[in-house]
């Protein structure tokens, strides 16, 4: 695919490559996949998105790429359920001085 393409692709496109050499054609892939793959685990590519009749069908990681997103997954989960938890506390917070009118003090 040439440079020229990669500019009007869809901003979900561009989220998935980088370069226009990240494409793989699905007939390319089934009759070379072997050096698509063995790229992959060299770590000369990390990653590929498969087209099917000028549309993405799958992405093909390499094995850091995709444990580097499920940890980049599971901090984020981590910080929202945080952000979630202090929303929850600063809401049901009360002065110092309530607190004492509540115990009586």
């Not at 390319?28 to 990653?47: C, P, V, Y």
Request: glycine share 6%; net charge negative; proline share 1%.
């Amino acid at each position: 695919m040439h440079e020229s393409v990669y500019f009007f692709l869809e901003d979900s496109m561009a989220a998935l490559v980088e370069r226009s050499d990240q494409f793989i054609n699905l007939t390319a892939l089934t009759r070379r996949g072997s050096g698509h793959f063995e790229n992959l685990a060299e770590g000369k590519k990390d990653r590929f998105v498969v087209m099917n009749r000028g549309e993405p069908i799958a992405v093909v990681l390499n094995i850091s790429s995709f444990e580097m997103m499920l940890d980049e997954m599971e901090q984020l989960r981590i910080e929202v359920m945080a952000l979630h938890r202090i929303g929850q506390s600063a809401n049901d917070a009360i002065s110092s001085k309530e607190l004492q009118q509540r115990l009586g003090v």
